[in-house]
Antibody
């Protein structure tokens, strides 16, 4: 069974940093691109970032470029999202998902709160 | 950036009714359009990929159509468990974008 388990969400002050993790199991992790998508409270879905199967390709939404870094450890079947310079508008549930075009499976999400 | 506009934003529907949700892209995206269902307090779930391709495990009452700029998600004979918000999503170009969502309520 495919499982994606996000963790690392927390309350952080504006300007702070956080690293999210997504532990994957039930599929060949190294064979799939992975994506992050976020959802602010009561709002719709927003694509954040995508990383290629080997980590050699990374893509970001414009508002995250330079602040967020996506990475992966295929030996640990884990996806990461390093978030720096956090702003109030970054507060959201962050989901990891399998895929680069079609987002086939999604995790349950981890909540990031940005507040002083 | 490709903007996806869904209509309607909200729909209240009686069980067994047919539901039609449209998604219009600001420029042609071929068939690179996917549909997701998100029930309250749950993660999104892929329903239809590449405009009209069905998926294993998704009830046959869900279908998709369209290409270019105009797309439709149809739910034939709505069931109570279909109460959710539905999103379209394009993978034709970066940045990937989603529609604003259509909330379907059961009367």
């Amino acid at each position: 069974e495919v499982q994606l388990v996000e963790s690392g969400g927390d309350l952080v002050q504006p300007g702070g940093s956080l690293r999210l993790s997504c532990a994957a199991s039930g599929f060949i992790f190294s064979g799939y691109a992975m994506s992050w998508v976020r959802q602010a409270p009561g709002q719709g879905l927003e694509w954040v970032s995508t990383i290629g199967e080997s980590g050699d390709r990374t893509y970001y939404a414009d508002s995250m470029k330079g602040r967020f870094t996506v990475s992966r450890d295929n030996s640990q079947n884990t996806l990461y999202l390093q978030m720096n310079g956090l702003r109030a508008e970054d507060a959201a549930v962050y989901y990891c998902a399998i895929g680069e075009t079609v987002l086939v499976n999604w995790g349950q999400g981890t909540l990031v709160t940005v507040s002083s | 950036e490709i903007v996806l506009t869904q209509s309607p934003d909200f729909q209240s529907v009686t069980p067994k009714e047919k539901v039609t949700i449209t998604c219009r892209a600001s420029q042609s995206i071929g068939s690179s359009l996917h549909w997701y269902q998100q029930k309250p307090d749950q993660s999104p779930r892929l329903l239809i990929k590449y405009a009209s391709q069905s998926l294993s495990g998704v009830p046959s009452r869900f279908s998709g159509s369209g290409s270019g700029t105009d797309f439709t998600l149809t739910i034939n004979s709505l069931e109570a468990e279909d109460a959710a918000t539905y999103y379209c999503h394009q993978s034709s170009s970066l940045p990937r974008t989603f529609g604003q969502g259509t909330k379907v309520e059961i009367k």
